[in-house]
């Protein structure tokens, strides 16, 4: 399969401006009060006690965190509120939470990064790489911050990820454990599939869905068939892609060579595939301009496609699907990149208090309290707990985020009703047997084609949802832009891509690329 970590629903458009990238959502659910990591007695739970119990002899200060949030929520500042309160006595510190809308994230960092804004924390990750901040000094290295304010944390996390984040021998970035593997496929209200009689076994690969949606299309009016923000790239048991890179650099499985591959016929019929599901109706008609995640969160879509399908993603994602149940359709196998910078927190090279931004970091990695209540609201507002330890938003829930992975360890989570007791061993078990990216090391320095990138990144720009969702005819559309790709520097980018990577497979004991 084109095996890779690709973009969700709402970002997958998105293209960073110093990497063309649309790279993997790994949304991630919660976990039981009663697990060692939740219950505070994880081994990073020991270095924010020491970070408590010294909060009263440390100077007042405000810090400020940027992250993104697939919608904006009413009940924003009282949990902003209650989360100072648990700050302020941790480490005698406020912060101001600056959410951002997805869709924006990358653009606002941007601009908050050129125009050199005073800031402490800010999300990076699959939308804007930290490898790439650091190339243009956004970013502090975390050494020392790590050794002193969170040597448990350092110590309880795999080396592979704190390697994820090392750029130059230095780490940029604490990774918010999660999942750390892809299994692409669908997410389908269980009231359509149950009415129109599914066979979930019958899906081994993308079109096998058609016939579905086509049922969906005569017979539900009000509902959108598919989501039109889905991966351009999908999967067969022909290629890698190549992390760290655009969406359009692959290797083929079990070549001993690991050439290069651009735009392979296989991807490109993958853009067919979405011009021919919007001209039968199954992609709504404005998906290229429309912000599909309101029209999901009101059950109006009725399928989905993601690239996580992971053990409990259902209670997970029944938020996003108006409250609606949902079955999960996988089409390929368990497999990882490595860690790649997914989802990590990173310290601006403009914090007046990098040491009082650690510790902050530090506690949302350790302190359960704190990181279910930034997650998930106040309890018995927001949310209610069973006796089990299961919880289950309120009704009228004004904060409910459902984006865990973006603050912190997600091993400290609640788990949410309908996940199942063991849902971190089963993601522990993934993480330790999915099959690997034989080339996830490699790390791609864009500083000499920063031009061309920009340039490619401004034609992408132009064409892409459109693309993505079908909206303009791939093979009327394909000639026209490949031209002014290659009038914006395409032949210049791939050689320089090319000739790193060949580097890499020297200097990494992997097999030179034969041309």
Known sequence: MLKRKIGSTAAIALLTATALAACGNNNNGGNNAASPSASGSSPAASSASATASSGSELKPVELTWYYPLNQMQPDQQKVEDAVNKIVKEKINATVKLKPVALGDYVQKMNTVLAASETFDIMWTGYLIKPEELVRKGALQPLDDLIEQYAPALKADMPQYMWDGLTVDGKIYGVANQQ???????????????????????????????EPFLEKIKQGEPDIIPFNGYYNTVLHDATYWGVPGLDDHFFIKSGDPTYKLYRYPEEELNTFRLASKWYKAGYIYKDAATAKMTDYGAKGQIAVDFQNVLKPGVEAEVKGRNGGNDVVIVPISDWFTNGYSATTNLSISRTSKNPERAMMLINLMNSDAELYNLISNGIEGEHYTKSAEGFITPTADSKYRPNMDFIFGNVFNSYLKEGQPKDVWEQTKKINETAELNPVGGFKFNSEPVVTEIANLNAVWGEYKKGIQTGTLDFDKTWPGLYEKLKEAGEEKYVAEVTKQFEEYLKTSGLKKIIA
């Open 179 to 209: 999942i750390n593997g892809s299994r692409y496929g669908f997410i389908i209200q269980k009231r359509f599939a149950d009415k129109y009689q599914l066979d979930t076994a019958s899906i081994k690969k993308m079109e096998d869905i």
